[in-house]
């Protein structure tokens, strides 16, 4: 074997005995692992949207946005996507991984502080590497930490980036506690609402997200998005001023030189806009207050319940049994946790039926209970 595949190979052995393979399965059963926290992946409404956007155009952009790729469905999106989260501006992506990497490179310069909370996600943290800027991580959700890499910057700029619900742990950003250090030290905020679209948002913007609650805020509030989870479809997008998205659009690679957004997902994801309902939210959240009741965790304030598991291998060995029960939830593992820690997670949705959260509820029960008396013992 040449020394390259002898290298991929120990490190696969070594994964595999420490319990921490991966493999992308094809799964069947209730669904309580994926983002599609309301339902809307499989709507009528939305799935015919698509398919008139394809009978009318084509499947894909074919070209990069700033080349030919650019339709009016994508604009009508955007200013629907502005308009409900409440911006001047939107530009969309092919993924909400790219609109992160855009939005932070796009926005930072040498001369930008970069301040990113311990737990963000994989692609924030990728976004502050290739943006090249300086960056402090602060610990995660510490207000006293970000204020002092405010307060102590040689930076004339600075650019706090945050997630408005954590995925791995779901717990959220004090969004009005972080803009008023914004605005006190003259920074940016960067939320990234992946999960909090569909979840959280005030009264007024229910589903909207926690970001269009302070939308007073907006001249010092930026906000990526992702389409793929509660909204249906598959994309990302960027919120903010004109400027931002003239920044965006002038200069983040992972804009110019990627294939627009597919035009059958953008009207997917418009349909979906409208289908984010106060009634479907408050059906996600009664699920997901049954969930925690029976997995004995507090309430969070995004759709994801993480329960903590002793081992890697018992993570992974209580999401197949749960598997061949015909349910499906998430296991997150080392070394995607920020603390090491292995947790099966589990996702709240709109539209699930008294007898599957029933049955789901049962056997959850009867499942964990083997790996508390487990690790008791
Ligand atoms: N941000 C967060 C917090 C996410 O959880 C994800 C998806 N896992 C993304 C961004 C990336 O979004 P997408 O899947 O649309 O690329």
């Known amino acids: 074997m040449n020394a390259l595949f002898s290298r991929l190979s120990a ?208 001249d010092r509030l930026v906000v990526t998005a992702t389409l793929s989870k509660a909204l249906g479809s598959q994309g990302g997008a960027v919120l903010g001023a004109g400027l931002v998205r003239d920044a965006v659009v002038n200069t983040a690679r992972t804009f110019i030189f990627d294939t627009g957004l597919s035009p059958a997902m953008a009207a997917a994801a418009r349909a979906a806009l409208d289908l984010v309902t106060a009634e479907r939210v408050a059906s996600m959240k009664a699920a997901r207050a049954q969930l925690a009741a029976v997995l004995d965790v507090p309430v969070p304030a995004g759709a994801v319940l993480s329960v903590p598991m002793p081992s890697p291998e018992s993570g992974v060995r209580a999401r197949e049994l749960l598997c061949e029960e015909g349910i499906l939830v998430g296991c997150f593992r080392p070394p995607s946790v920020p603390d090491g820690i292995t947790r099966l997670r589990l996702t709240a949705r709109a539209g699930l039926s008294p007898g599957e959260l029933a049955y789901a509820c049962e056997r959850i029960r009867a499942i964990t209970e083997i790996f508390a008396a487990e690790s008791a013992a």
């Not at 990234?192 to 005030?202: F, S, Y």
Request: aromatic fraction near 4%; charged fraction near 20%; hydrophobic fraction near 45%.
């Open 11 to 218: 490190a696969a052995e070594r994964r595999s005995t420490a319990g921490l393979y991966r493999s992308d399965l094809v799964l069947d059963g209730l669904d309580l692992a994926s983002n599609d926290y309301l339902g809307l992946s499989a709507h009528p409404l939305v799935r015919a949207a698509a398919i008139e956007e394809i009978e009318r155009s084509s499947t894909s952009a074919s070209a990069s946005r700033l080349v030919t790729g650019t339709t009016h469905v994508h604009h009508r999106l955007e200013a629907a996507l502005a308009e409900r989260l409440r911006h001047p501006a939107c530009v969309t992506f092919s993924s909400g991984y790219l609109a992160n990497i855009a939005a932070v490179t796009a926005l930072a310069g040498p001369d930008t502080l970069i301040i990113s909370d311990a737990h963000n996600h994989a692609s924030l943290i990728d976004a502050c590497r290739l943006a090249k800027a300086p960056t402090s991580i602060v610990a995660h959700n510490d207000l006293d930490a970000v204020e002092a890499a405010l307060a102590g910057r040689q930076q004339s700029e600075a650019l706090v980036v945050v997630e408005s619900v954590y995925s791995v742990f779901g717990d959220t950003a004090d969004l009005p506690c972080l803009l008023d250090l914004c605005v006190r030290y003259d920074a940016l905020l960067l939320v990234d609402e992946a999960h909090g679209i569909g979840v959280t948002g005030a009264e007024t913007a229910v589903g909207m997200g926690a970001a269009a609650a302070v939308s007073e805020f907006r």
